[in-house]
């Protein structure tokens, strides 16, 4: 059976295409991909007093490669003389994304707020 030029155009088009795939995925599976690497911003400018307390807000960026999941900042102060502390749990953040939270304490702390990384999960 003899091809007409349409058959054979159709068939290099798909076979780029196809080559093109599998040279994507081989040089996908040879990168190294970093971990999740969570970095937490904090923004005491834009802090307020609210009805429930003193809010903060938290930027929560994934510099990583990889997604994380359950991933919980905890941010720690001095309030009238005691420390509290508050917890931002981040269900999924994708790797280069970020996400806006909200610390609360009591009142205005009296002190720098502490940020730190509780631990997360690995999809």
Do not use: C, Y
Request: negative net charge; proline residues 6%; without cysteine.
């Amino acid at each position: 059976m003899k091809r007409n030029i349409l058959e054979w155009v159709v068939l290099a088009v798909s076979a780029l295409a196809l080559a093109g795939v599998v040279g994507l995925l081989a040089l996908e599976s040879f990168q190294e991909r970093r971990p999740p690497d969570p970095v937490a911003e904090v923004h005491l400018d834009e802090a307020r007093d609210g009805s429930l307390g003193w809010i903060v807000p938290v930027t929560i960026t994934n510099n990583g490669d990889v997604a994380s999941e359950q991933l919980v900042i905890e941010g720690t102060a001095t309030v009238d003389g005691e420390e509290e502390t508050s917890e931002i749990d981040v269900d999924f953040l994708p790797a280069g994304t970020s996400v806006e939270g909200e610390f609360s304490f009591s009142a205005e702390p009296e002190s720098v707020i502490g940020v730190r990384f509780l631990g997360q999960r690995l999809p």
